[in-house]
């Protein structure tokens, strides 16, 4: 920061990266290999649109935070990823608690 280089937070920079590597563990799940070649195109650019949209929200929550309240982007990241796993949790337990047709009704939000 000192030397006017920004620092971002490896978990946050490497975001794309273990985001993909949950879809290739879905993919490898719920698709034989012969079903994934066969929508490959889509699956990819389905799931480029979301890395990219995923990126650019995380980067501008960050940056605006920044420019707010200061500090570090690497304390920032830490923050929102304890914000979003908290959420996270919470939706969890709440969902628990729903039937599985309204959870149904509810999974194309995620």
């Given at each position: 920061d000192e030397a006017g280089v920004i620092i971002v937070k490896d978990?946050?920079?490497?975001?794309?990266?273990?985001?993909?590597?949950?879809?290739e563990i879905?993919?490898?799940?719920?698709?034989?290999?012969e079903e994934f070649y066969q929508n490959k195109?889509?699956?990819v650019s389905e799931v480029l649109d979301k890395l990219h949209e995923y990126a650019?929200?995380?980067a501008e929550l960050l940056f605006r935070e920044y420019a707010n309240f200061g500090?570090?982007?690497p304390q920032l990241s830490k923050v929102v990823s304890?914000?979003?796993?908290?959420a996270t949790?919470?939706?969890t337990v709440a969902l628990e608690s729903y039937s599985e047709e309204d959870r149904e009704k509810l999974l194309?939000?995620?």
């Open positions: 978990s946050s920079a490497n975001k794309a990266g273990v985001i993909t590597s949950s879809y879905c993919a490898a799940m719920l698709l034989s290999e195109p889509q699956i650019r929200m995380e500090g570090s982007l304890g914000a979003v796993n908290a949790d919470a939706l194309p939000l995620f």
